[in-house]
Structures are given as structure tokens and as C-alpha cells.
């Protein structure tokens, strides 16, 4: 049998690893002969290799990073040390991988490496401005309140992609179950629909042989049509990859009716909020604007955060290099910088920018969904209707034939 252990040394490092052994008491005292001292030790459950060797199912996801920062934030405020703290974690963390990577994170602060450098080991899990946060919570002393901020943060961002993972659902899931109807259609109800027209030797619609010639041709060339398909999602996917590809998109989508503004207001929620939160743990302007333009998606706001950033390292204010894009930053945006820039206080008016453009955004995806969905079932329930009616007609005209 196999026992996944947790195990301190004789100079109190923490160690992790699997062990086989005939019963648990055993797997205890062979580690124990190894001078290690037992904290935790649990039997591997054996699971199916798809499961056990897919590691996506065992890396960190955003929810798993923001309870992390949650936790930590509530131990170091409550005086427990970074390295007990971690401790804490590792063992509530159920994630392999994770759990491994927060093991190591814990080891290295143990062995006198800053947390943010150690942090910094993974940047597939924590990001660019993870890192910087903590970075500046460490200089002043102030890594809890700086880990409550990315926890706040994290939640946000959290809530809205959940909300446009969620609207997007019902509408991919009624365009599966018609796409299923259709292909039945294709393949099963018209090939049999063709051999009655031919046997009762009636005269076919034009509709009706050109969805016959249709289905038929997706039936006998179906893998041409995959094929097709699969190359065209692979060359886009490749060229929206690169740097010119990104910018192309980022154009189209925000001048896509109605989701392009879901798309300029969601940029500009989490930019706002980014760099509030960057300002707020203590990081200078230039070096807010820098690390935010690399959290942003769509390529125009990046270059516009780009550019802002070169205009306030030499000397510009940010509300006048903004305002000189009025059809991707608002006016209430624009207004709002300037003020913070007068009373000194940009990360609250950046807040508060924030909070209006995420409330915004969440009223934009429900509205997005309520105009989406019917248009969505009308569009798909006319195709549908189009493949019945080409059914419908001959077979009346047939009868209307045989009667006389």
C-alpha cells in the first residue's frame, strides 16, 4: 500500500512524499528510523490513470489562490509566523500540486529566501502582480494588509468571470441540443426521407433539395468538413496567438454591437482596479501602470496603459494622456483620475471607478443574456423550421397527388 506523508527533520524542515508499506504503522516506523518526525501521514486512494495523470485537475485555479491569500492574510494579522502559516495551509490544501509547490514556497522562506521570491519560482500561479504586491508588503512591513488587498481583489475578479462563464452557459447549451436535432436530421431522418420521395416518384421543392443536397453532402463528406473546420480554428487560434493577431482582435471585439461595450467596460473595470490595488500596497505610479498594462487582455487598452505609463515616468499627468481617448475611456473615468490627482488620494477614486464599472459590467452580462437568448432561440428555432418544412411540403404535395 501506498501513504502520502508529511514529516519534519531533526532541524525542523518540512518534508513531503509517498511511501509504500504493508499497514500505516509501518510506514511510521520506517520514517521514523530516518530521524524524521511524523506530522501527517493518510493512505493514497488508487484512482483511474485518466484522473490520477492529468495534472490540470491537480494545479491551482483562481479560487484556490484567492482563499490562499485569504488565509494567510487571517493568520499573519493574527500573529502566527509565515512559516506556521504556510504550514496551516499545506495541510488544508488538497491539490497535489499545489500543495507541493506551497511546500516548497514554505521551505525556501524557512531557509531565509524572501516570500515574493519565492512566489516568484511560479509564475503560472502567481502572476506579475501577485508578486509585486507582496514584494511591497514585505518593504513596509505590511504583508498581511498587502494579502487582504490581492484577496479582495482576487474575489472580484473571481465574481465576474463566474458571471460571464455563467451567461455564457444557457446559450451554449441550447445551441448543443439544436445542433444535436440537426445533425439527427442529417442523418437519420433525411437519407430515409429522400428514399420515400424517390420511391413515390414526386416532384421535389427547391427548398427541399437544397437541404437534402446539403445534409447529404455533410453526411457523405463529413470529414472533409472536420478537417476543414479544425484547420480553420487552429490557423485563427495561431494568428490571434501573435502579436498582430491580438491587436486585430482586440479592435473587432470592441466594436462588436453590444458586446462591445461589455468588452471596453470590463477592460476598464480591471484596469482601475488593478492599479488601485497596486497603488494601494504601495507600489509608485510608474511602476502601478507598468505591471497593469500586463494584466490586461485586449491589446488596445494594453497599449493605451502603455503609453500612459511612458507619458507619466516623464512628467505628464494620467488624466490628460487618457483623455486623448475618449471613445475607449470615458468621461466619468477621465473625471475621476483628475480628481484623485488633485486631492492626492488616486487609489479611492480609482475604487470607486472600479466598483461603478464592475456594477456596470454585471448589469451589461444580464442585460447581454436577456436579448441574447431569445434572438439565440429564434435564430436556431428558424433553421430548425426551414429543415420541416422542406419535410412538410412535398409530403402534402404527395398527398394532395395520390387524393385526386
Request: proline letters at 2%.
Amino acid at each position: 500500500m501506498e501513504f502520502k506523508y508529511q514529516t519534519r527533520t531533526q532541524d525542523g524542515l518540512l518534508q513531503a512524499g509517498v511511501i509504500e508499506a504493508i499497514s500505516k504503522q509501518e510506514a511510521i516506523s520506517i520514517l521514523q528510523k530516518e530521524g524524521l518526525f511524523v506530522t501527517r501521514i493518510d493512505k493514497t486512494e488508487k484512482q483511474g490513470v485518466y484522473v490520477r495523470d492529468l495534472e490540470f485537475f491537480q494545479k491551482a485555479t483562481r479560487k484556490d489562490i484567492m482563499i490562499f491569500s485569504r488565509q494567510l492574510s487571517i493568520m499573519l494579522k493574527s500573529g502566527v509566523a509565515l512559516v506556521e502559516s504556510l504550514e496551516g495551509i499545506i495541510l488544508q490544501t488538497t491539490k497535489t500540486k499545489f500543495r507541493e509547490q506551497i511546500i516548497a514556497i514554505s521551505k525556501d522562506v524557512e531557509g531565509g529566501v524572501y516570500f515574493s521570491e519565492a512566489l516568484a519560482k511560479y509564475p503560472k500561479v502567481f502572476n506579475n502582480l501577485f508578486i509585486n504586491i507582496i514584494r511591497s508588503g514585505e518593504a513596509s512591513g505590511k504583508l498581511s494588509d498587502s494579502l487582504n488587498y490581492l484577496a479582495i481583489h482576487l474575489e472580484r475578479e473571481y465574481k465576474l468571470i463566474n458571471k460571464i462563464r455563467s451567461g455564457m452557459a444557457y446559450p451554449a447549451l441550447v445551441s448543443i441540443v439544436f445542433l444535436g436535432i440537426g445533425l439527427l436530421g442529417i442523418f437519420m431522418i433525411l437519407p430515409t426521407f429522400e428514399e420515400t420521395l424517390t420511391s413515390l416518384n414526386l416532384e421535389i421543392p427547391t427548398l427541399t433539395r437544397i437541404v437534402l443536397s446539403i445534409g447529404l453532402g455533410i453526411k457523405k463528406y463529413w470529414w472533409a468538413y472536420l478537417i476543414f473546420n479544425v484547420s480553420l480554428i487552429g490557423i485563427l487560434w495561431k494568428y490571434f496567438s501573435t502579436a498582430e493577431g491580438k491587436e486585430v482582435f482586440g479592435r473587432i471585439s470592441i466594436k462588436i454591437p453590444i458586446i462591445g461595450n461589455l468588452v471596453k467596460h470590463t477592460q476598464i473595470a480591471r484596469f482601475t482596479e488593478n492599479l488601485s490595488t497596486l497603488i494601494l500596497a504601495g507600489l509608485p505610479i510608474t511602476q502601478a501602470l507598468d505591471i497593469s498594462s500586463g494584466s490586461i487582455s485586449n491589446a488596445v487598452y494594453k497599449d493605451i496603459i502603455k503609453k500612459t505609463h511612458e507619458g507619466v515616468r516623464r512628467g505628464e499627468q494620467m488624466s490628460s494622456i487618457l483623455s486623448q481617448y475618449p471613445k475607449l475611456m470615458p468621461g466619468l473615468v477621465i473625471q475621476m483620475v483628475r480628481v484623485g490627482e488633485r486631492a492626492g488620494a488616486l487609489d479611492e477614486t480609482l475604487e470607486n471607478v472600479a466598483a461603478f464599472y464592475n456594477d456596470e459590467v454585471n448589469r451589461k452580462i444580464d442585460g447581454a443574456i436577456a436579448l441574447v437568448e431569445p434572438l439565440l432561440i429564434i435564430f436556431l428555432a428558424g433553421l430548425i423550421g426551414i429543415l420541416m418544412v422542406s419535410i412538410i411540403v412535398p409530403v402534402y404535395q404527395g398527398m394532395t397527388d395520390f387524393s385526386f
